[in-house]
């Protein structure tokens, strides 16, 4: 990582060199942000964090029972051990190997399958703000983007790259608000109000009726 920041750092520097003087520092600007602080301050990263509590706890649980199974089992060998037949005991040892053995894969393949599913649940964040990141990159003319996260910048100048955490998180807010007024004026596009059965036989028995009467005797229905 420090390798490629490296020849970023020289990229910048040949770039400034070649558009000559002292305005070329302004000619390439750079972005900073911590990735995992933008993920974070996600409407979404609670509800994320969330499931993935649930699912912890699932293979916890799941844990924890097969472990009970299998002290349960190797404590009432060990108080028959004594009196059971060769051929019994054998069973019973080739049992507990094998009970032991399942336990330990059910351990291995609950970790990485723990960690794919992290992957899943996060996908949708990850890639929502990278499209947010792409856009502001596009806006704002930056050579890149740079994920202080990694801690390989040692110094950052002011005068070419700009901390743009605020800029993102505020953005990936309005990114949910907008999605929140499309889903509200797509449901209301899909609304009327109908006159109910009963308002119909009440305006042929009656004929004309006062206005509030007739609102009451609506009701909204979806399309």
């Known amino acids: ?3 490629i920041l490296v020849l970023l750092v020289a990229f910048v520097s040949l770039n400034a060199f070649a558009q000559g003087g002292a305005t070329s520092s302004s000619s390439v600007k750079v972005g900073y942000l911590s990735y995992q602080a933008a993920i974070k301050a996600m409407a979404d990263y609670t509800l994320a964090q969330q499931k993935l509590t649930d699912l912890k706890a699932k293979y916890q649980a799941e844990t924890k029972r097969v472990e009970y199974e299998f002290n349960r ?3 009432e060998f060990l108080d ?5 037949p060769k051929s019994i005991l054998q069973k019973r040892q080739t049992e507990l190997q094998e ?3 399942k336990n330990i894969a059910f351990k291995n393949s609950s970790v990485e399958q723990l960690a794919k599913d992290e992957a899943e649940i996060f996908a949708p964040l990850y890639a929502k703000l990278n499209d947010t990141l792409a856009k502001m990159c596009a806006e704002k ?5 740079i994920d202080t996260d990694a801690k390989a910048e040692p110094v950052v100048n002011p005068l ?3 901390d743009i955490n605020q800029a ?3 953005a990936l807010k309005q990114s949910r608000t907008d999605r929140y007024l499309r889903q509200r004026l797509r449901r209301t596009n899909h609304t009327a109000w109908y006159p109910t059965a009963a308002s119909r036989i009440r305006l042929s028995l009656f004929g004309r009726q006062c206005p509030c009467t007739l609102w009451t005797t609506f009701v909204r229905r979806g399309l």
């Open 1 to 3: 990582m420090k390798r």
């Open 73 to 75: 089992k190797y404590e």
């Open 80 to 84: 028959g051990q004594r009196d059971f």
């Open 99 to 101: 009970l032991m053995q």
């Open 141 to 145: 003319g930056f050579a890149f983007i």
């Open 160 to 162: 070419m790259c700009e």
């Open 168 to 170: 993102v998180q505020n």
